[in-house]
């Protein structure tokens, strides 16, 4: 987690002083063998800390990697709009970013997604706190139904994977 937060981009900006310039992503894959079945239960914790969206003043590089977040924001956005509306399957634009890409198993199906959603109660900050509330309000919306994972193992599970 530390070394991944030390190679965050950051860039000042009149709102946030160490404002994150790109998007964290903290996946835990958990396995646990059965042997007496000959499966395995898998889990994915999935931890996302997203970029803020807020116009930058740094660099023309800072400007560019401000419209690689927002672009990603934005397909975000749609993924989940269309769950939101009780969409199933395939999401046509699902792959249209890195960010919903690694996030695509978190909506809709076989998930039990949480959103956490951080907003400024200040009148300057009232468009990014409505953006992100209406972030939130479509995360709520979106129907899951969780299960367990489990799965034949072909192999026996690699004890030198194991966290220690």
């Given at each position: 987690?530390?070394?991944?937060?030390?190679?965050?981009?950051?860039?000042?900006?009149?709102?946030n002083?160490?404002?994150?310039?790109?998007?964290?992503?903290?996946?835990?894959?958990?396995?646990?063998?059965?042997?007496a079945?000959?499966?395995e239960?898998?889990?994915?914790?999935?931890?996302?800390?997203?970029?803020?969206?807020?116009?930058?003043?740094?660099?023309?590089?800072?400007?560019?990697?401000?419209?690689?977040?927002n672009?990603?924001?934005?397909?975000?956005?749609?993924?989940?709009?269309?769950?939101?509306?009780?969409?199933?399957?395939?999401?046509?634009?699902?792959?249209?970013?890195?960010?919903?890409?690694?996030?695509?198993?978190?909506?809709?199906?076989?998930?039990?997604?949480?959103?956490?959603?951080?907003?400024?109660?200040?009148?300057?900050?009232?468009?990014?706190?409505?953006?992100?509330?209406?972030?939130?309000?479509?995360?709520?919306?979106?129907?899951?139904?969780?299960?367990?994972?489990?799965?034949?193992?072909?192999?026996?599970?690699?004890?030198?994977?194991?966290?220690?």
């Open positions: 987690v530390e070394l991944g937060n030390s190679r965050r981009q950051v860039c000042p900006n009149g709102k002083s160490i404002s994150s310039r790109s998007h964290s992503i903290l996946q835990l894959v958990l396995t646990q063998a059965d042997a079945e000959g499966k239960l898998r889990s994915i914790v999935t931890l996302v800390d997203l970029a803020g969206s807020e116009r930058v003043d740094c660099t023309e590089q800072a400007f560019g990697e401000s419209r690689t977040i672009r990603s924001l934005l397909t975000l956005g749609r993924v989940l709009n269309y769950y939101a509306a009780g969409n199933v399957g395939r999401v046509p634009f699902l792959r249209d970013s890195k960010l919903t890409r690694l996030l695509g198993h978190c909506f809709g199906g076989n998930a039990r997604t949480y959103m956490l959603a951080t907003v400024v109660a200040t009148p300057a900050a009232v468009r990014d706190s409505t953006f992100t509330l209406d972030y939130a309000q479509s995360a709520m919306l979106i129907a899951t139904a969780p299960r367990i994972n489990r799965r034949r193992h072909r192999r026996p599970i690699d004890r030198s994977q194991q966290v220690r």
